[in-house]
């Protein structure tokens, strides 16, 4: 699988905010899924999505906010961010394992897209 993040930039606190990863390659079983890295900070797990079923997993801090979508004819993964906060600041990732019984946690995941940096003002 060959991701690519894009959709980052500058929003205001309370705004709402798109990204999208373009997928390709194989994508039988595979679980997709979003990390963000804020400056100084470990990689952290935000949602997840089974490419083929569509059920999801978010990560506590998102939940409510964040809603994650894949469009399988158009081989795009988008997550939507709703009424921002200035901890979402961050650079994005998108990742993806054909393997879902470990934990999601960043080494776990051995697909990765370049990060989309998601500035966040207040």
């Known amino acids: 699988v060959q991701l690519q993040a894009s959709g980052g930039g500058l929003v205001q606190a309370g705004d709402s905010l798109r990204l999208s990863c373009a997928v390709s390659?194989?994508?039988?079983?595979?679980?997709m899924a979003w990390f963000r890295q804020a400056p100084g900070k470990e990689r952290e797990f935000v949602a997840s999505?089974?490419?083929?079923?569509?059920?999801?997993n978010y990560a506590t801090s998102v939940q409510g906010r964040f809603y994650i979508s894949r469009d399988r004819a158009k081989n795009t993964l988008d997550p939507q961010i709703y009424t921002v906060k200035t901890e979402d600041t961050g650079v994005y990732y998108c990742?993806?394992?054909?393997?879902?019984?470990?934990?999601?946690?960043?080494?776990?995941?051995?697909?990765w897209g370049k990060g989309t940096l998601v500035t966040v003002s207040s």
């Open positions: 990742a993806a394992r054909d393997n879902v019984v470990f934990p999601r946690a960043a080494q776990y995941y051995t697909n």
């Open positions: 390659g194989r994508t039988f079983r595979y679980e």
């Open positions: 999505i089974m490419w083929e079923g569509g059920s999801t």
